[in-house]
C-alpha cells in the first residue's frame, strides 16, 4: 500500500507534466509549499520535465509567422509600465533596421488589425486617394500616398498611420525588381533634419509589397524610397527618390 | 537597442527590454526560438497552421507578460516553451492551461542560454542529442506515458484507459521515467543536482 506522501509524490510529477486531474495542481501548489522534501523532488523533476520540448528537431515556421507576431506586439506597445534598464519609458521604439515586419500581401493569416489595415488601404487606393486623410470607423487612421517618378514612374504606394496604435503600413505596387545586388530602402524624413532608415526590402514578383512600421508618423513630413547597396542598403540615401509622398 | 546589441543580450537581459517594450527584443526572443516553438507546437497539435496561431499566442503571451519574469524562479525559453506546449493542449483538447505554472520550476539546462548564434546553434544541437539519447534508454511504457501526457495532453486516468494499465502503474511510469531523465541529464553535467 503507498503511503499518502508517495501519492502525492506522483502527483507531483503528473503537475510539472501537467497531466494531474481537474483541481489537482492547486492541491500540489498547497502540498508543495509545506513539504521540503516535495519542493526537493519537484525541482529535480522539472529539470527533466523542462528538457523535454528540446528533444524536438526544430522545423523552421513561414517567414510571414514572424511578422504576424511582431506587428501584433506592435499594436499592443508600449504595454510596459516598469522602467527598463535598457530603455527609459519614456524613450521612443527605434525603428529596426531591416523590414522586420514585412509581410507578403494576400496572406490567410493576417492580424484583425493589419486586416483591418489591407482593407482601408483597399478603400483609399479603389477611392482613388492622393495626399489625403481620412478617418475609419472605431480607427483613427491617417492615409497618405507615394507616387513614383523617372524608373519607378509605374510605382506608387499607399500608407496608413493608425494613430496611437504604435503602427503604420505601407503597401507598394508596381515596383520594378531592384538591380542585381540593390535592393529598396524606406525612409522617414522628419522636418529639418536626417532621413531615418526604415528599412530595406524587395517587392514580390507582381511588385507589390506590404511593410508593417512599428511606429507611428508623429514628427514625420516625408516618406520616401531610394535604391541602395543590398543587403543591407544605406545608413543615409545615396540618390534623389523616385518614389516619395508627403505626409503633411 | 540595435539588432546587435540586442543578439548579445543574455536571455534574462532580452527578458527586461520585452519588459520595456521594446519590440525588435521580440524579434531578438522569436529569432532565437521561434524555430523550436514552432516545432513543439506542431508536435502537439499535428498541424502548421494550427502551430503557427498556438506560436503567436505565446510569444504574445510572453511579450505582455514579461515584466512578471524572475530569472531567479527559471529560464525565458523554459517559461515560452512551457507557454508554447500549455496552449498547443489548449488548442487540441480545450483544456485549461496551466497558467501559474508557467512562470515557476521552468529551470534552464546548463548548456544554453547565451553567447553567440553559432555557439547557440552547436549547443543546442548537443543538447537535443543528449535527451533524445536520455529519452530512448527509458523502457518504451516508461517514455510512452511523459511523452502522452507532455505532448498529447492527456492525463494519467486517460494514459491509463488508453494503454489498458492501472492509474497507479501510470503514475509510477511517469515518475520514474523524470526521475532517470533527471538522473541522465546530470551525468551529461546538463543540469545542476543542487535543489
Known amino acids: 500500500m503507498r503511503s499518502e506522501h508517495e501519492v502525492m509524490e506522483d502527483a507531483v510529477a503528473a503537475y510539472l507534466l501537467g497531466a494531474g486531474e481537474p483541481g489537482e495542481a492547486e492541491t500540489v501548489r498547497a502540498h508543495l509549499t509545506g513539504c521540503a522534501s516535495c519542493r526537493e523532488l519537484a525541482a529535480r ?26 506587428a501584433a506586439a506592435s499594436a499592443e506597445a508600449p504595454h510596459a509600465s516598469a522602467p527598463s534598464p535598457h530603455l527609459p519609458a519614456s524613450a521612443p521604439l527605434r525603428l529596426p533596421r531591416r523590414p522586420a515586419l514585412v509581410n507578403k500581401r494576400g496572406s490567410e493569416r493576417w492580424l484583425p488589425l493589419a ?19 481620412a478617418t475609419a470607423p472605431n480607427v483613427a487612421a491617417a492615409h497618405y500616398s507615394l507616387n513614383g517618378s523617372g524608373s519607378l514612374q509605374g510605382a506608387a504606394a499607399s500608407v496608413v498611420d493608425f494613430r496611437g496604435t504604435g503602427t503604420t503600413l505601407v503597401e507598394f505596387r508596381g515596383l520594378p525588381a531592384a538591380p542585381a545586388g540593390k535592393v529598396y530602402e524606406l525612409w522617414l524624413i522628419p522636418n529639418g533634419a536626417k532621413p531615418i532608415a526604415a528599412g530595406v526590402f524587395s517587392p514580390d514578383a507582381d511588385g507589390s509589397k506590404v511593410l508593417v512600421l512599428p511606429r507611428d508618423l508623429g514628427g514625420i513630413s516625408v516618406m520616401a524610397v531610394t535604391v541602395e547597396q543590398g543587403p543591407a542598403g544605406a545608413t543615409q540615401p545615396t540618390q534623389q527618390p523616385e518614389l516619395s509622398g508627403s505626409l503633411a | 537597442m540595435s539588432a546587435r546589441d540586442l543578439r548579445e543580450l543574455s536571455d534574462p537581459d532580452l527578458a527586461s527590454a520585452l519588459a520595456s517594450g521594446e519590440v525588435a527584443a521580440l524579434g531578438e526572443l522569436y529569432d532565437r526560438y521561434g524555430s523550436l516553438a514552432f516545432a513543439v507546437a506542431v508536435r502537439v497539435v499535428g498541424d502548421a497552421g494550427r502551430a503557427e496561431d498556438v506560436v503567436q ?20 525559453r523554459g517559461w515560452l516553451l512551457a507557454c508554447v506546449r500549455n496552449r498547443a493542449i489548449d488548442s487540441l483538447r480545450g ?22 548564434d553559432p555557439w547557440r546553434e552547436v549547443s543546442r544541437s548537443l543538447e537535443r542529442s543528449a535527451i533524445q539519447e536520455a529519452l530512448s534508454s527509458l523502457p518504451a511504457e516508461q517514455r510512452q506515458a511523459i511523452e502522452l501526457a507532455y505532448y498529447g495532453g492527456y492525463t494519467y486516468s486517460e494514459i491509463a484507459e488508453m494503454s489498458r494499465v492501472p492509474l497507479s502503474t501510470v503514475k509510477g511510469r511517469a515518475r520514474l521515467a523524470l526521475e532517470k531523465l533527471h538522473s541522465y541529464l546530470v551525468g551529461r553535467g546538463m543540469v545542476s543536482d543542487a535543489v
Open chain 1, 45 to 70: 523533476l522539472s529539470r527533466a520535465a523542462a528538457a523535454l520540448p528540446l528533444a524536438v528537431e526544430e522545423a523552421a515556421p513561414p517567414g510571414r509567422l514572424r511578422e504576424r507576431i511582431l
Open chain 2, 95 to 116: 483544456r485549461g492551461a496551466h497558467e501559474q505554472a508557467e512562470l515557476e520550476l521552468q529551470p534552464e539546462l546548463v548548456a544554453t542560454g547565451s553567447g553567440s
Open chain 1, 115 to 133: 486586416a483591418a489595415a489591407v482593407a482601408l488601404l483597399a478603400v483609399g487606393v479603389a477611392g482613388g486617394i492622393g495626399v489625403s486623410r
Open chain 2, 57 to 76: 499566442e505565446a510569444f504574445l503571451k510572453v511579450w505582455r507578460s514579461a515584466a512578471r519574469f524572475d530569472a531567479q524562479r527559471g529560464s525565458l
